[in-house]
């Protein structure tokens, strides 16, 4: 990574910390664990894109970047410890002519998933929800990989559709299942087309990811 030039920017910096941590924006005081930065990189790229704001505590106060080693660490993780490799774009602002803070910019992800390497070897996709990084449920990831080749919406699945419009409220597979009296499999088909196709989403709720009409 190239040097980082930081231009003053104090107005645009508390205007980030004053919209605080969301389902775009995360606060970095320090960044030492590749692997963990990962996380957040497959969270926002999952969802849309996001930034970190490295150099602002949680609670944010602004104390500045400590260590000129955190940008490498944040590159590090997309390129070694994210599957697809992600790109990341640096700017870095100065906050009261002292305060340095670097904005890492996360694209939303043109290929779904994008995985995190985990430290037991494994691989597992997140996604950003609120001020939290989420591992997504096994049926994103398989309506993900379907995005894009062509799905044939057959009357069981319009069935399924159906379903959803008419409980008025977040559902999940069981709920389907038990609803049409079809089996848990078919149910997870179902979902899963209607969310690759667009016709469904997941909404995260009371801890669980649930299904609604998109």
């Known amino acids: 990574m190239k ?4 231009v003053r920017g104090s107005d645009l910096v508390r205007a980030m910390v004053a919209e605080g941590e969301h389902e775009h924006q995360d606060f970095k005081f320090a960044i030492s664990d590749a692997r963990k930065i990962a996380r957040s990189i497959s969270a926002f790229a999952n969802n849309g894109g996001g930034r970190l ?5 949680d609670n944010g106060v602004i104390a500045g970047v400590r260590n000129e080693e955190d ?3 944040v590159e590090l993780a997309a390129s070694r410890y994210c599957r697809p490799e992600q790109s990341v774009q640096f700017r870095a602002y100065k906050v009261d002519g002292t305060a340095i803070v670097i904005v890492a910019d996360i694209a939303a992800s043109t290929a779904r998933p994008v995985l995190a390497g985990e430290p037991d070897g ?3 996709a997140y996604y950003r929800v609120a001020d939290e990084n989420i591992a997504a449920h096994p049926l994103m990831l398989r309506a993900w990989r379907m995005a894009g080749v062509p799905t044939n ?3 069981d699945t319009a069935r399924v559709l159906a379903y959803i419009e008419a409980c008025g409220k977040p559902v999940d597979t069981r709920d389907i299942a038990l609803g049409l009296h079809i ?3 078919s149910a997870e088909s179902a979902v899963a087309s209607l969310a690759a196709t667009g016709l469904a989403a997941f909404i995260y709720r009371d801890g669980s ?3 609604v009409p998109a």
């Open 3 to 6: 040097d980082i030039k930081a």
């Open 53 to 57: 704001l490295i150099g602002v505590k």
């Open 71 to 73: 940008a490498y660490v």
């Open 122 to 124: 494994s691989w597992r």
């Open 153 to 155: 919406i057959d009357s």
């Open 183 to 185: 089996s848990h499999a």
């Open 209 to 211: 990811f649930r299904i």
